[in-house]
T-cell receptor
Framework: EAGVAQSPRYKIIEKRQSVAFWCNPISGHATLYWYQQILGQGPKLLIQFQNNGVVDDSQLPKDRFSAERLKGVDSTLKIQPAKLEDSAVYLC??????????????FGNGTRLTVT | DQQVKQNSPSLSVQEGRISILNCDYTNSMFDYFLWYKKYPAEGPTFLISISSIKDKNEDGRFTVFLNKSAKHLSLHIVPSQPGDSAVYFCAAKGDDYKLSFGAGTTVTVRA
């Protein structure tokens, strides 16, 4: 099966600019996640979708981050305006089950964002 | 707050020997634990998991041990191979289904 697709692979922007990341999950996976991985740390959940509804966005900095999954398939994550501390790898993951117990998360290769 | 801790940022082991990766957690509500493996410029890939009702799960060269009383789990890789050189993340989840990750341990297998 095709894996989780993410684009772009790399992005360099200046602070206060905006940026958007795109994710296409594995076909048929209803649950989609966006994670932020800062260098030297483990991935941190930003937002979880079940189909096109938000399940958990408690750790999403909503003043600058937004995400949508309009048709329950592809998803975009946007940052506006970006700060230096947003420099990280943004990972998209998908799963066929909401709780992930019988279907571990499948991750994309991520987008490495550098904010200068 | 870091609920999952991997206190060893790196591990170097000779090919053919055993690699032991350790992970500690603080949340007693965690009931499912996973290990992910990550190569450079790739996303993490699922390696092995264990439910809190077990204390051991084995899959080929990989075995995960869980000590609930100590809130500790470990991953054993026997024998270690050059392709095992990667970053290994420990992760845990509870009834809120959120996955909490440790900071990772970089394993280098020497020829």
């Amino acid at each position: 099966e095709a894996g989780v697709a993410q684009s772009p692979r790399y992005k360099i922007i200046e602070k206060r600019q905006s940026v958007a990341f795109w994710c296409n999950p594995i076909s048929g996976h209803a649950t989609l996640y966006w994670y932020q991985q800062i260098l030297g740390q483990g991935p941190k959940l930003l937002i979880q979708f079940q189909n096109n509804g938000v399940v958990d966005d408690s750790q999403l900095p909503k003043d600058r981050f937004s995400a949508e999954r309009l048709k329950g398939v592809d998803s975009t994550l946007k940052i506006q305006p970006a700060k230096l501390e947003d420099s990280a790898v943004y990972l998209c993951a998908s799963s066929s089950s909401r709780d992930g117990y019988n279907s571990p998360l499948h991750f994309g290769n991520g987008t490495r964002l550098t904010v200068t | 707050d870091q609920q999952v801790k991997q206190n060893s940022p790196s591990l170097s082991v000779q090919e053919g020997r055993i690699s032991i990766l350790n992970c500690d957690y603080t949340n007693s509500m965690f009931d499912y634990f996973l290990w992910y493996k990550k190569y450079p410029a790739e996303g993490p890939t699922f390696l092995i998991s264990i439910s809190s009702i077990k204390d051991k799960n084995e899959d080929g060269r990989f075995t995960v041990f869980l000590n609930k009383s100590a809130k500790h789990l470990s991953l054993h890789i026997v024998p270690s191979q050059p392709g095992d050189s990667a970053v290994y993340f420990c992760a845990a989840k509870g009834d809120d289904y959120k996955l909490s990750f440790g900071a990772g341990t970089t394993v280098t297998v020497r020829a």
